[in-house]
């Protein structure tokens, strides 16, 4: 059974139609990249995994269980999110900020103990973060806050991570820097990610299978080769690309 499975789901906004009949599995420790042009429905279709929005027809089930069944509280759990913005810069410790992810695993009126803290003190020196955890968030640079929060997420201890356009606002370093901790983690913990991400070659670099969508409907999936090819990428983003072969892993990669 995968871990997470859509079934025809739709969403209309207005009598717009913004995700199209969508279906599609996730197997669990896989990471599979979603990508498509603006528009094309990709955010949509991370609110409505994680329980934000409401599909206006069709199913998704995570472990099985239709996700609109699921509480908050139990989702997260289970599923951690991590949108472009990151965390927004409050006044509060780097240590504070990532403790929060424990969050979800806590009683009613429960405070963190031994173990949670513990926990963030591991995960802050697994992500780099161990120098900053007395640090404000707020005096921290988009990258660097990008950073706890993946450290935040890891302290969640998800069994799947939606990552919603995380690079956008990064330096290339900043960018190597975050999905690799995001890979890093994925092997080692048999972590499923669904990423919505612009830039092909970063997709193709660090996903084992895309899925690509236009006008709010699945268009293609399959591996970068089946993905990453001239005809289909002119047909769904009216561009002419150049095809080329990355250096070491030999994926495809385009330029422009």
């Not at 429960?110 to 640090?135: I, M, N, P, S």
């Amino acid at each position: 059974m995968p871990l997470l499975d859509l079934q025809n789901v739709s969403k209309t906004v207005d009598e717009k139609p913004i995700v199209n009949q969508v279906s599609f599995s996730v197997q669990k420790g896989k990471s599979i990249g979603l990508i498509g042009p603006n528009g094309a429905g990709k955010s949509t279709i991370v609110k409505l995994i994680s329980g934000l929005e409401k599909p206006t027809n069709g199913l998704i089930q995570l472990m099985g269980k239709d996700v609109q069944q699921w509480s908050v509280k139990k989702l997260a759990q289970h599923t951690a999110v991590l949108t472009q913005e990151g965390l927004s810069p409050y006044p509060i410790t780097v240590f504070d900020a990532v403790l929060m992810g424990r969050y979800p695993h806590l009683g009613f009126f429960q405070r963190e103990g031994k173990k949670d803290f513990d926990l963030v003190e591991h995960v802050l020196e697994t992500t780099g973060l161990t120098a900053f955890k007395d640090q404000m968030l707020d005096t921290l640079s988009g990258g660097e806050r990008q950073r706890v929060a993946i450290a935040k997420a890891m302290v969640q201890q998800p069994q799947m991570l939606l990552l919603d356009e995380p690079t956008t606002f990064l330096d290339i370093g900043h960018q190597k820097n975050i999905l690799n901790l995001v890979k890093d983690w994925q092997r080692r913990d048999g972590l499923t990610v669904l990423m919505v991400l612009h830039d092909l070659n970063l997709a193709a670099q660090f996903c084992d299978e895309l899925i690509l969508m236009n006008k709010g409907k699945v268009v293609d999936i399959g591996s970068s080769e089946q993905i990453i090819a001239k005809e289909t990428l002119e047909q769904v983003y009216h561009a002419n690309p150049e095809i080329i072969r990355h250096p070491k892993s030999n994926i495809p990669q385009i330029l422009l």
